[in-house]
């Protein structure tokens, strides 16, 4: 089965090719059998690889598959071929598994819909790159899943292409990503020099026995340099601060989009990119440092958005940032294993969040405002549980996926000592269990507020899309048990089996001295914590929002300013605008094209023409017809021969 490990990423190619050329002449069944049939078969290739992987010898891991040479230059020179461990297993299954049941829910979604062809092409295309970005054995074939995925991220965000905001949206996302992806050149153009190599293997074998580097900016080398450059890149693909703003306007795409590319797959590449490069970044304590602090920052940030959105997938937007953020900050502590568990854990919950979204929206023809929903919990009742399920899960409720992953990554960082980091972290949990609880209650609870007319059309969604709910709720509430912690009896299986991906490196932070504390009885103590705050917050919002409305109107009269701040998102789009669009419009507009293209480019062409016009015009004078002109000019030609005889 090994042998064909090329087989997983080849079947969504091939159908994204097929839809792609000949989409538009097929059925909408065929188009849907063909688009979901790929991945559902990639998906049982992956768990044939998974049984095979599983019966081999520790020394046979990782497997390194070469199928033929892509580039080669000098020394330079990429092999086609595939990097197989217990990271990128992982991966293959999440992305497969939870995209199937996507495609599966699509099915329904996208039933009255024009495009489907093109819907299922593209699914399919970036199912193809995202599986090329994790099993790729080397950084070069790796950037091309990473452009990949971006290409096709700008063509679902745009799928309705018609509508200016789509479209506004997908260019976004695309130029907001080529900023990230400028410093990962950068970073690869640094690691062919300082190693000679984009392999894996070779890059790694060779960092591995090189000290770790200082901590202090002045006195950082490389390694420090590289890593640096590699979260510049992960920042833009994860949606971190700065590069964040891409995500929650890439909800102009339908919502199976939103599910796929901003909750299970697309938005953790950089988080897989960070993970694969452990090594890396183990021996650059400076960079791990920046990674925790930017995703805590974030984490923190974007939760304080969330409180006020009204979109419900805006909502889901900025917690999707939000949690983003606990994976960056669970990596920059060292805690590989629980940032990846995290990637894990959310994929499920947050892909659920969106499609049981994709529901309520399908229900209530096309209205995504939550201010105009409400008790629609024994209308769509399948819907509502499954939401459920999944905000139990993201809040961090005990027994639920996310309470195991977002527990670990914060006590792994309460045990480096960074209290700070810790605290800010604890809060957008808090702040979490609100709005989320808060998206609930005026969701599915309370009043109606919505016609009469509307309510008689409320239905629950048809089974293709309610079955992938049931699926991933399952995930939701037992997909963490896998990594139950010691501390509750658990033997922690998910670490376990990624340990031998991470391990030197855990060893190298240990070194370092980043982790002071190993008590069970604070672990518990601090999981105590948590439920508690996951249970504040839940009241919180039941009192604001199902007890007495009116404290939640009051509350935002009386923090009127504050209260805009976060409505309007902390103004950054407009500072985005005034300080990076307005300028280089500008720039554009006034220097580039009026003084650079029209005045020298353009005006050095038109002087020349403009000069052989009156060149032209006047030799044309000496072809007058007139024999006695033709006469006189042989007279003048013969004098100055003449002469020039003459004189000469």
């Known amino acids: 089965m090994l042998d064909f490990l090329w087989l997983i990423p080849a079947l969504p190619l091939l159908s994204a090719f097929v839809l792609g050329v000949v989409g538009w002449r097929l059925s909408k069944r ?19 690889m998974a049984w095979a992987f599983f019966q ?13 040479t892509w580039l080669a230059a000098g020394n330079f020179q990429v092999e086609v071929g595939f990097y197989l461990d217990q990271l990128s297993l992982l991966m293959v299954l999440v992305v497969t598994g939870v995209g199937w049941l996507i495609h599966i829910y699509s099915i329904g979604y996208m039933a009255h819909e024009g495009g489907t062809y093109r819907f299922f092409a593209y699914m399919n295309l970036f199912t193809f790159f995202m599986l090329l970005l994790v099993l790729a054995g080397d950084y070069a074939l790796l950037f091309v899943g990473w452009e990949g995925v971006g290409l096709c991220s700008y063509l679902l965000i745009g799928f309705y292409f018609l509508r200016d905001s789509a479209s506004d949206a997908g260019k976004k996302a695309f130029i907001v990503n080529r900023l990230g992806d400028f410093g990962f050149l950068l ?57 964040y703003v891409w995500l929650p306007d890439a ?33 650059a304590p400076l960079a791990l440092a920046a990674v925790a602090t930017i995703g805590c920052l974030t984490a923190f940030y974007a939760a304080t958005i969330g409180l006020v959105q009204t979109d419900i997938k805006k909502v889901l937007a900025y917690s999707t940032v939000s949690q983003l953020g606990y994976m960056f900050l669970g990596l920059g502590v060292g805690a590989f294993t629980a940032g990846i568990f995290h990637l894990m854990t959310h994929a499920f919950f947050k892909a659920l969040l969106f499609l049981a979204a994709g529901s309520v929206i399908h229900a209530m023809n096309g209205q995504q405002d939550i201010g105009k929903m409400g008790a629609l919990r024994r209308k769509i009742p399948y819907t509502y549980w499954t939401f459920l399920i999944a905000t139990l899960a993201i809040v961090g409720v005990p027994g639920f996926s996310g309470f195991f992953s977002k527990d670990e990554i914060l006590w792994r960082t309460f045990e480096t000592g960074n209290q700070v980091l810790w605290l800010l972290a604890l809060v957008a949990a808090a702040l979490t269990s609100f709005y989320m609880f808060r998206l609930v209650f005026l969701v599915f609870h309370g009043q109606a507020r919505y016609t009469p007319e509307t309510a008689r059309q409320i239905r629950e969604s048809p089974r293709v899309m309610t079955w992938p709910l049931v699926a991933l709720a399952v995930l939701a509430l037992a997909g963490g048990w896998v990594g139950i912690p010691a501390a509750l009896g658990g033997a922690n299986r998910l670490a376990r089996f990624l340990e031998p991906v991470f ?22 103590a601090l999981m105590g914590l948590t439920a508690l705050l996951a249970a504040t917050g839940m009241g919180v919002a039941y009192a604001f929002y199902i007890l007495n409305p009116e404290l939640a109107n009051n509350l935002a009269q009386t923090l009127r300013r504050p209260y805009q701040v976060l409505v309007r998102k902390y103004y950054v789009d407009e500072l985005y605008f005034a300080a990076v669009v307005r300028p280089l419009h500008w720039l554009s507009e006034r220097v580039f094209w009026q003084a650079v293209d029209v005045r020298i480019v353009d005006g050095a062409v038109n002087a020349t023409a403009s000069r052989a016009r009156d060149l032209g015009r006047w030799a044309r004078r000496l072809q007058s017809g007139n024999a006695r002109s033709y006469a006189a000019w042989v007279v003048v030609g013969a004098v100055v021969i003449l002469s020039y005889f003459v004189f000469s």
């Open 56 to 68: 081999l010898a520790p020394e046979q891991i990782p497997i390194r598959s070469s199928y033929f």
């Open 251 to 283: 909800m102009e795409g339908p919502t199976p989009v939103s599910a796929l590319i901003h909750a299970a797959t697309m938005v953790t590449a950089g988080i897989y990119m960070i993970a694969r490069s452990h090594i890396l970044f183990a021996h």
């Open 503 to 524: 391990a030197s490196s855990h060893a190298l932070v240990q070194a370092q001295g980043q982790t002071i504390l190993h008590s069970h009885e604070w672990e518990l």
């Open 30 to 48: 065929a188009i849907c059998t063909l688009g979901v049939g790929s991945v559902g078969l990639s998906f049982a290739a992956s768990l044939g």
């Open 187 to 243: 970073a690869l153009f640094l690691l062919f020099r300082t190693f000679g190599s984009l392999d894996f293997d070779i890059v790694f074998g060779r960092a591995a026995v090189l000290p770790a580097e200082s901590f202090s900016p002045g006195q950082a080398g490389v390694l420090t340099a590289i890593a640096l450059l590699l979260l510049v890149g992960a920042i833009g693909k994860s949606a971190q601060l700065p590069l």
